[in-house]
T-cell receptor
Framework: NAGVTQTPKFRVLKTGQSMTLLCAQD?????MYWYRQDPGMGLRLIHY???????AKGEVPDGYNVSRLKKQNFLLGLESAAPSQTSVYFC????????????FGPGTRLLVL | AQSVTQLDSQVPVFEEAPVELRCNYS??????LFWYVQYPNQGLQLLLK??????LVKGINGFEAEFNKSQTSFHLRKPSVHISDTAEYFC????????????FGKGTRLHILP
């Protein structure tokens, strides 16, 4: 049981390049989330999904797109990367029941030059 | 909408001393409350959560938190800290009537002094 995994662990992009971050979970969780973490800002929700084929915007969705084609995967895309998107990105998942814990992946460190 | 305020961005404390990390929340509806811990270069993991019932919640690693509805607070405490408690701690809230997402505070970095 790997829990929540994120690919890649590190990435350096040039301004304007695109990339996709992959989040995978093997716990059959319905809900999945993408956060970004910046110094002094805590975790801010980018997008989330409450089930396969559904997505919703969080606090800071601009510049990002997501897709949830399979229940176990949640993809975060940057179509045209900007230096302001330099951050650590965390994926998380949990069961639909409010009593269930939200599990986090190890993070992806992204640097946009 | 919900919001969380962690009053201290950094808290230094001597090893074996007690510590309290403060968290206040704002919400127009009833809430669930959480504390997460992030060790260096790792993801977040749950320390404890308040869903209902007893207002004193015990978590892992000797931490506990008390829900105070009148003061809209959920402060985290430990009677004696260890060097291994060095980490960043996040308070979080979700609405009972819409629990699909959790809102996090900005975090408190706990520095343990030898």
């Amino acid at each position: 049981n790997a829990g929540v995994t994120q690919t890649p662990k590190f990435r350096v992009l040039k301004t304007g390049q695109s990339m996709t971050l992959l989040c995978a979970q093997d716990m059959n969780h319905e809900y999945m989330y993408w956060y970004r973490q910046d110094p002094g800002m805590g975790l801010r929700l980018i997008h989330y999904s409450v089930g396969e084929g559904t997505t919703a915007k969080g606090e800071v969705p601009d510049g990002y797109n997501v897709s949830r084609l399979k229940k176990q995967n949640f993809l975060l895309g940057l179509e045209s990367a900007a230096p302001s998107q330099t951050s650590v990105y965390f994926c998380a998942s949990r069961h639909v029941s409010y009593q269930e814990t939200q599990y986090f992946g190890p993070g992806t460190r992204l640097l946009v030059l | 909408a919900q919001s969380v305020t962690q009053l201290d961005s950094q808290v230094p404390v001597f090893e074996e001393a007690p510590v309290e990390l403060r968290c206040n929340y704002s919400s127009s509806v009833s809430v669930y409350l959480f504390w997460y811990v992030q060790y260096p270069n790792q993801g977040l993991q749950l320390l404890l959560k308040y869903l209902s019932g007893s207002t004193l919640v015990k978590g892992i690693n000797g931490f506990e938190a008390e829900f105070n509805k009148s003061q809209t607070s959920f402060h985290l405490r430990k009677p004696s800290v260890h060097i291994s408690d060095t980490a960043e701690y996040f308070c979080a809230v979700s609405a009972r009537n819409r629990d699909d997402k959790i809102i996090f505070g900005k975090g408190t970095r706990l520095h343990i002094l030898p």
